[in-house]
């Protein structure tokens, strides 16, 4: 009979539609019987109470239709079923719909996780009702008044409604006619094979015909015909591929944002919904696997459901539930893998690997990352170095200007280490299992002949959920049929040795995979931008000093577990949407109080430390010091200018000099060889001058004039003003907290509002300042100190902004009298350059980008450098250097920014190169300031514990090595680009040294021969070394 393709395929549609025609169609047949649960009863609570408190609790009657909140509250019911004797034989579910997520609990165990967005309704209670069975039982459905992703008012990004109330709408046992799903599962893929293999392709048409076929011969009354239908899609299912066809490796999956539009609490029973339903699937598929990252998400299943992780720990050793990635949580930019710095990025792996080889007897050999911001170039090195030499991602498919030129490559760091990479060709890692997904995996594909496999992540992600039954059962399908990819379900492992079997012809990418979108989390939440950077820097001192007082002998002990866990803190707040500030205001508060933590026992454990080193030269009585003790953490000597408390309780300043990564007794303050002279001029302007540079300033406090004081080069550029504020319109297309766009450049309008002019507030000697006021926007207002050290080669900006706008963005601009083609920006554990000019679309496209302490802009003989205290935000376009300093987005956090800011950043002009200039040393100097300690002792002495002979290695970290408690390791990385041998120098007692890699496990190089205190070091270009130092005790 002639077949008319469109009312073929709408008859098939038809006959499995949810929407029309379900009275006489397959799909209105899925149920069958269905009756109410003989009990339903309900208490709700604000807190998210453990199954034990909730189950004794007074439960009231309720019923199918009521509503509960508000927001964030919980709900435990208590359903009482009875499954009628006639369903014998039958298999049953239990179903339930909400709005809101929930969890069934059996037996006083998590059994399956309902949510559905996530297509997860229903409760498998038997696959077929046995007589002897118990048909009466009680079950607990603990539901979270949220949804997949949390409760936006309007909008998923929107901030949450708090009031927002959620329905109950279904709970019922029903009768679940298995053969009708089978049916349907095949009719839903012979239908897209139809509608996408395309009509020049005889296999659309072979599989509309077989649909076709199959809607005549099916009779929904009569399931005798069923089996004959289904003959009829196996036929089609059972015709194989070809060898050369594409071989897609799917593996289940489900990302879950550790925090995001919901708080970290939420999370953890999100990881229990989403796993337990992962075991149930399991339980059903022995060939499932489920890849699963993020160390800090097992170690809250272990800690909150330790009946479930017990489980988890089963399928493990069983090869279906694979750990993978290696790190802490899934970094972003921050947390992906822009912002947090290197020693936090090798923490993060060092706690992953060592919690899944402690959990799980192994570590992880893939790095899984696919929902993150940015990539930095370093992290190849940091991944090799972590036993890693495998990456998947996919964040680069969301690129809003250029397509990223491969799914399959080589990906080489900023020192020549290399990683295999791959980005699933279907741009997602939350597929369905459908038609069209493989399809596009194949279509998509920029590696095609290179390569013939790729990956697919199956299941529902970022707010949890995972992998369902039917996405599985269509995989099946598509096992090897042809004219379809070959489907396998797979393994990381299994998948990345066929890639490795043909990387031959693979290309590689070299540096930074810099994501074309989201450069606003650069600079959004800057108050957790700004506990990040301050709580690394606490931490890198703590272990410094406590490393030290532990070398120097007697009874104090290193406090490792305490560290741990504030690193694991810290660690937690670098997911990728909480250190980026794209998440709502409850998880700020979280985040923020987490710092405040890390702050205060820091705090306390660096005075310990302190004490314990220097006990017995510090002030042990009441009233003014005769002496301060300085203690330096960074590993070279430095003259700075210090506040101290005088005589009078009054703030004092001292020059004074510490040694590399020690302390000293100071009794006075040193004379500087030429004091800080601050002039105010005729004209209202003002002059400071220090012997290495000078400035002039205007009204406003803007840069008329800087100058290196013993040369007439100078930095500002001509006609121009540095330290100039300027606002933009910022209203992204989407994206709120996440996006800058290109066209926020067009609004720009200088602050030009005094509020206070520049007036004198120090006039000279150790330290001159000058400080003034202006409005900024339409509310807000900005105080800032311009101050001058003496013997300190930049100016620094103290700045204050009480910050009450609304989509604007603060930046503060130095245009300079400097030409290069390129900019440096400092990234973890080294630099990279990025062009000035917008001459392709891959350099505009690059307008706002990140870097860490500084970034400088030279040309031969001479550069300007801007360095920071807390921002990451950056631009150099032509001339022109721009910090990004305050962001004020709306979602998902409407208060987002709007607060009290503080936040310090520093020019320097130089001669010669930065590196030979120190900018590096000197970003450093602002960041790590010395630390001053009252002190008894009379005697003018000094101690160092390390120092390096070039500049151009920087000892970044030292720490109580992992395993070894008689053993320090130390690690040092190549800053300045280049190869080069330096000595590390120790006074610390060591009697045996050796290279490790980043998880301290001894590498086949072995030994470093120990000389007079020392040992020769060898460099290439950013490489980073650890040591093991094995002390005599």
Known sequence: MLKHRRTALERVEKFVSATYFTDCNLRGRLYGDSCTPTSLSCFQTPRRIPYSEAVVQEFRPARVGDTFGPTWETCWFRVELSIPPAWAGREVHFVWESDGEGMVWRDAQPVQGLTKEGEKTSYILTSSLKETEPHSLTLYVELACNGLFGAGQGSMIAPPDPDRRFTLSKAELVVFNRDVYELLVDLEILLDMAQLLGEENQRSFQALYAANQIVNVCDVKDPSTFPAAHELAAAIFSQR???????????????????????????????????????????????????????????????????????????????????????????????????????????????????????????????????????????????????????????????????????????EGIDGSRVLTHFPPGDSYGMHGRVEEMLKTVKNNKDKGRVNHSAVLFGFGDGGGGPTQNMLDRMKRMSDTDGLPRVQISTPDCFFSALEKESSQLCTWVGELFLELHNGTYTTQAQIKKGNRECERILHDVEVLSTLAVAQGGTFQYPASQLQQLWRLLLLNQFHDVLPGSCIQLVVRDALQYYAEIRRAGTRLQEEAVQSLCGELLQLKSGSAESILVLNTLPWERTEVISRTGTAGTEALALVTAPSMGYAIVRESLLPPQPVAVIKQEDGSITMENGLIAVCLDAMGRLTSLRLAQSERESVADGCRANQFALFDDVPLYWDAWDVMDYHLETRKPVTTLLKPLEITLAGGLRGSASFSLRVGESSTLTQEIILDAMCPYICFKTQVDWKESHKFLKVEFPVQVRSTNATYEIQFGHLQRPTHWNTSWDWARFEVWAHKWMDLSEHGFGVAVLNDSKYGASAHRNVLSLSLLRAPKSPDATADIAHHQFTYAVMPHRGSFQDAGVIQCAYNLNFPLHAVPASSMQCLAWSAFSLSSPAVVLETVKQAEDRPEAVVVRLYEAHGSTVVTWLQTSLPVKEAMLCDLLERPTAKGHLPLEQQGMRLSFTPFQVLSILLVLRQ
Not at 243 to 252: D, K, L, N, P, V
Not at 284 to 308: D, I, K, M
Not at 334 to 345: A, K, R, V
Request: hydrophobic share 35%; with cysteine; glycine share 8%.
């Open 241 to 411: 591929n070809g060898e050369s066809q594409h071989t897609i490796h799917a593996m289940g999956h489900c990302h879950i944002d550790s925090a995001w539009l919901w708080p970290y609490e939420e999370t953890i029973r999100k990881c229990a919904r989403s796993w337990v339903t992962v075991i149930r699937l399991m339980e059903h598929n022995p060939e499932l696997t489920f890849a699963c990252s993020q160390a800090q998400q097992f170690e809250w299943v272990r800690s909150w459901y330790p009946g479930l992780y017990a489980q988890i720990q089963d399928y493990v050793a069983k090869g279906q539930f694979i750990p993978v990635g290696g790190t802490w949580v899934e970094m972003v930019r921050s947390t992906d893998g822009n912002l947090p710095s290197g020693e936090s990025m090798v923490r993060q792996f060092l706690q992953g690997q060592r919690f899944f080889q402690e959990q799980f007897g192994r570590i992880c050999s893939e790095f899984w990352l696919p929902d993150t911001f940015g990539y930095s170039a370093q992290l190849p090195q940091l991944m090799c170095g972590c036993g890693i030499k495998r990456f998947l991602t996919q964040k680069l498919s969301w690129n809003l200007v250029n397509t990223f030129p491969h799914h399959t490559f080589f990906w």
